[in-house]
């Protein structure tokens, strides 16, 4: 019994720290999106920059994009475990 509500804690905090993770990835590519932007404004013609700008976007949201495919690849491999623990606790009911 005390078992599987470890399992589904352990499962549960496998979501949580993915879920910081995903956070800060987001976080790390607004960031590299915007240190890139700003080296775009140091010497650089209008067309040069809107180029940059949108390299320095596009970058960002591939990062986020493979951030939150990552997390969800997480939230489904916790929700497993969870799921097997659950599994194990009945059919270990049914032996009894």
Known sequence: ???????????????????????MAHAKADLN??????????GQDVAEKKVAYAKADIRAGALKAKADVENKLAHAKADAEKAKADIEKKMADALK
């Open 33 to 42: 999106a915007d240190v890139e932007k700003i080296k775009a404004n140091f």
């Open 1 to 23: 019994m005390a078992n599987d509500r470890i399992e589904a804690a352990k499962a549960d905090t496998k979501k949580a720290m993915s879920d910081i993770g995903n956070k």
